[in-house]
């Protein structure tokens, strides 16, 4: 009787060991982190970078980085995008962080947006990305590329020809080698 038993509950955990076992080698899939939307995130020293992508202005030309930014020290912190397109093409935007949660590319916020422009980019690609902050090693990231194709993104389409809430001229291409002059948003941000 005493084997039967034995053998039974051997039995009963070998089946309950066989069940639930791939989770003891497999990797979960549900542990890794992603970007729940169209956007990418990323973390540049003291900023989290949360839904980073462009949206194309009614030219198609220009892009308005849109992204939410998390500054969780007392300070605020300066950090700059380099988008680099095909060929030697280069636009860099740069951001002045405030603390706590701040949208970024809000027509209506209270963040001017930031275009950028790269010949050739259009919407559905992506753009390589590098993210830079002071003092911090520069992250690469593909960065995706959108439209107002989607409802939720329209707001954030701005008209051609468009600098952001106060008019001013949008960044233009750059030359062989040469960075593109942007806007650029924040406090005491200047443009290039």
């Not at 791939?22 to 890794?32: D, H, K, M, R, V």
């Not at 740069?94 to 790269?118: A, H, I, Q, R, Y």
């Not at 989607?150 to 600098?163: H, I, K, M, N, W």
């Amino acid at each position: 009787m005493k084997i039967r038993i034995a053998s039974s509950v051997a039995l009963a955990a070998a089946l309950a060991l066989g069940a639930t076992g791939c989770s003891l080698i497999a990797p979960q899939g549900t542990l890794e982190p992603y970007a729940p939307s169209d956007g990418i995130n990323v973390d540049v020293k003291n900023v989290e970078v949360r839904n980073i992508m462009l949206i194309a202005d009614e030219s198609g030309e220009n892009f308005n980085v849109v992204f939410g930014a998390v500054n969780r020290t007392g300070d605020a912190q300066d950090m700059a995008v380099s988008f680099v397109g095909e060929g030697s093409q280069q636009a860099r935007a740069e951001f002045t962080v405030p603390v706590g949660n701040t949208s970024f590319g809000d027509p209506g916020g209270d963040e001017k947006p930031v275009l950028v422009s790269l010949p050739g980019l259009e919407p559905g690609a992506t753009v390589r990305a590098y993210f830079q902050a002071p003092g911090a090693p520069e992250v690469e990231r593909e960065v995706p590329v959108l439209d107002g194709t989607l409802p939720e993104y329209r707001d954030y389409v701005l008209p051609a020809g468009s600098g952001g809430q106060d008019g001013s001229a949008a960044g233009t291409p750059a030359g062989e080698g040469q960075e593109a002059a942007q806007s650029t948003a924040g406090d005491g941000a200047a443009a290039e």
